[in-house]
């Protein structure tokens, strides 16, 4: 039974670009969060998607949007790339009737120069 | 606010006890979870705590007071693979939003 995947592993990008990250959910789960983590400090929840539809948000500018497809997963996408838009992205699956039960994917770090 | 306050740093010897502490203001309450994550790698879950009182797992136990915000991981028996950050998040109430703290990083020494 896979668990969370995300691709790709590492990215790096120039200010101003723009960037998409994947995540598959583990196998049975419905729900997909997206966390940004900063070296040093703890996940910062970006938002949540169900059911194709993005049901809460974190406090994210505009530019970081999101999709989740009828297989469940979800991708990333960040526009107008900041310096401080570096950082660890992760992704988490949960089946919503249990959902505090999180399982957190490897991870994508980005690196914007 | 929202606020989650644990230790920065904390370093125990192997085989012994160690105790996180975790204090939280968040707006409503909807449980609290502990999660380990080792450098480079994703969290894993540790414990999920809605009422208050100790849940063991293990060499892992998780307590929580929710009248004081206040909750803690404790690790029995520490092995040198117990070195990795350790993370508090509390679930708002009334959605879906999980908050983390900036972790407590402990360094487990032979």
């Known amino acids: 039974d896979a668990g969370v995947t995300q691709s790709p592993t590492h990215l790096i990008k120039t200010r101003g670009q723009q960037v998409t990250l994947r995540c598959s959910p583990k196998?049975?789960?419905?729900?997909v969060s997206w966390y940004q983590q900063a070296l040093g400090q703890g996940p910062q929840f970006i938002f949540q998607?169900?059911?194709?539809?993005?049901?809460q948000r974190g406090n994210f500018p505009d530019r970081f949007s999101g999709h989740q497809f009828p297989n469940y997963s979800s991708e990333l996408n960040v526009n107008a790339l900041l310096l401080g838009d570096s950082a660890l992205y992760l992704c988490?699956?949960?089946?919503?009737?249990?959902?505090?039960?999180?399982?957190f994917g490897p991870g994508t770090r980005l690196t914007v120069t | 606010g929202q606020n989650i306050d644990q230790p920065t740093e904390m370093t125990a010897t192997e085989g012994a006890i160690v105790q996180i502490n975790c204090t939280y203001q968040?707006?409503?309450?909807?449980?609290l979870f502990w999660y380990q994550q080792h450098a480079g790698e994703a969290p894993t879950f540790l414990s999920y705590n809605v009422l208050d009182g100790l849940e063991e797992k293990g060499r892992f136990s998780s307590f929580l007071s929710r009248s004081k915000g206040y909750s803690y991981l404790l690790l029995k028996e520490l092995q040198m693979k117990d070195s990795a950050s350790y993370l508090c998040a509390v679930r708002e109430a009334g959605g879906f939003k999980t908050i983390f703290g900036a972790g407590t990083r402990l360094f487990v020494k032979a």
């Open positions: 988490a699956s949960s089946w919503d009737r249990s959902s505090y039960e999180q399982y």
């Open positions: 998607y169900y059911e194709e539809e993005e049901r």
């Open positions: 968040t707006s409503g309450f909807n449980g």
């Open positions: 196998s049975g789960h419905d729900t």
